[in-house]
């Protein structure tokens, strides 16, 4: 059987609680991937907040062991029973699962339903997709989400507002500073590292710089009206001051918990200001939204901010990296070249 790299996750757990944990690079057979309808000759795959807590061993991502990680896949199709794709045709996979329940993308090859695959752009390069990956688009999800719900550029501007980013510069956070800018919207990045993500973010097309501790304490629940429209990747208190400082009719997208699961808010934004929070899912979001984000992606996203947000490290670097993401120590993107 053809053999291949890709860095492995093996728990011993008691219930919920994880006894013990490795990750590594290992070679394996074709007979370890899982069941699926399409198999892919994988070039790419990014590294996600969600993979770092996977690699480290954090509770509930990692679902089966051992487990490859890797919520993005993005290559070749190189088999499939699946008559909507064929030897050759360029792909990209975000969640449905892949990296939590079922073998994701930091491997050299993966199997996986045909169901989930997205053909990627033509204008993109299976690097770019991967640079891109569930971050961008997770970032576009929740850029949607605003348009869907009034938030356009004309009216932000002629409110003399703006659009805050929490987290600006992970993956999320810079993709979607990148996207808006592009669309015209003025936008406020929140970030723990002003002083050296200032030039950074501003390349991106920020427009204003907070520090990430103006939002991140306990505050009042209703506080003055500052954002037309948010994207937290953060949650709690940061997510809770963000609904606090909506402006009347505003809304709020949640896409993630770098600071913590829980939501230290009332209902007075809501009820008082009608602000409108909006839960983004990238796992479970269904085709027809994912074909959506991705075409909109390839016109929306410059190319030029997305190569300045890209770091590529070969597979090998891939577990020492999710220390560093989920320690908050990397900018932007990072692409895992598992062929390297």
Not at 29 to 43: C, K, R, S
Not at 100 to 123: F, K, N, Q, S, Y
Not at 309 to 334: F, H, K, N, Q, S
């Amino acid at each position: 059987m053809t053999d291949l790299r890709a860095i492995v996750i093996e728990q011993e757990k008691d219930g919920g609680r994880i006894l013990a944990h490795t990750a590594e690079v290992r070679r394996v057979t074709d007979a370890f991937l899982m069941p699926g309808d399409v198999t892919i000759a994988v070039e790419f795959s990014g590294l996600n907040f969600k993979d770092g807590l996977a690699i480290a061993g954090r509770p509930g991502v990692a679902r089966v062991s051992p487990l490859i990680p890797g919520i993005d896949i993005v290559g070749v199709v190189e088999e499939s029973s699946d008559e909507r794709w064929r030897p050759g045709d360029r792909v990209v996979l975000n969640g449905d699962g892949v990296g939590e329940t079922h073998h994701g993308g930091l491997a050299e090859r993966a199997r996986v339903r045909g169901d989930a695959l997205v053909r990627v752009p033509d204008v993109l390069s299976t690097e770019q997709a991967a640079a891109i990956g569930t971050a961008g688009f997770t970032a576009m999800l929740s850029v949607l989400a605003l348009e869907r719900n009034g938030v356009d550029p004309a009216s932000v501007r002629g409110q003399g507002s703006s659009v805050l980013v929490t987290g600006a510069a992970g993956g999320v956070g810079s993709v979607a500073v990148g996207i808006l800018a592009k669309l015209g919207y003025p936008v406020t990045a929140s970030t723990g590292r002003v002083e050296e993500q200032s030039d950074y973010l501003r390349a991106l097309g920020a427009g204003e710089i907070i520090a990430r501790s103006e939002l991140a304490d306990p505050g009042k629940p209703l506080q003055s009206q500052r954002w037309a429209g948010v994207v937290d990747a953060v949650g709690s208190h940061t997510l809770a001051n963000a609904l606090a400082q909506t402006t009347y009719g505003g809304t709020v997208t949640a896409c993630g918990l770098a600071q913590g699961p829980d939501l230290p808010a009332s209902v007075l934004p809501f009820i008082l200001r009608a602000v409108t929070l909006v839960g983004i899912n990238s796992v479970e979001a269904p085709l027809a939204l994912r074909e959506t984000a991705w075409r909109r992606l390839a016109t929306d996203l410059d190319t030029d901010a997305l190569a300045a947000m890209t770091t590529v490290i070969p597979l090998a670097e891939a577990v020492p990296a999710a220390a560093r993401i989920l320690a908050g120590e990397l900018r932007g993107r990072t692409v895992v070249d598992v062929r390297a």
